[in-house]
């Protein structure tokens, strides 16, 4: 079993930065895709981005150039770098690991922390 514990969030002024980070508790971090998705009020959730476990990057073209995701496999932890932010990025915000093994998908989620852009 994986557990996932996100931390970071909060308010934050148009234009400012974050740091999200996502503190695994299990074993295999290393092997596992690490995503961050997020979930505005009245939208479906959506990739924001993601990390293999050969640290290949994946972002949602909304976050291109403002986002950096990132994982230390030492500390089990994946991070999620955000840099100009704008009301649109107000969404709680989840970490994600998944990895496939012949047929079986491992799948879990963290609980969630909110970001909020306002002034």
């Known amino acids: 079993q994986v557990q996932l514990v996100e931390s970071g969030g909060g308010l934050v002024q148009p234009g400012g930065s974050l740091r999200l980070s996502c503190a695994v508790f299990?074993?295999?971090?290393?092997?596992?895709?690490m995503g961050w998705y997020r979930q505005a009020p009245g939208k479906q959730r959506e990739l924001v981005a993601s990390i293999t476990s050969g640290s290949s990057t994946n972002y949602a073209d909304s976050v291109k150039g403002r986002f950096t995701i990132s994982r230390d496999n030492t500390k089990n932890k994946v991070y999620l770098q955000m840099n100009s932010l704008n009301a649109e990025d107000t969404a709680v915000y989840y970490c994600?690991?998944?990895?496939?093994?012949?047929?079986?998908?491992?799948?879990?989620w963290g609980q969630g922390t909110q970001v909020t852009v306002s002034s």
């Open positions: 299990g074993s295999g971090f290393s092997l596992y895709t």
């Open positions: 994600n690991a998944f990895r496939k093994v012949v047929w079986t998908q491992y799948i879990y």
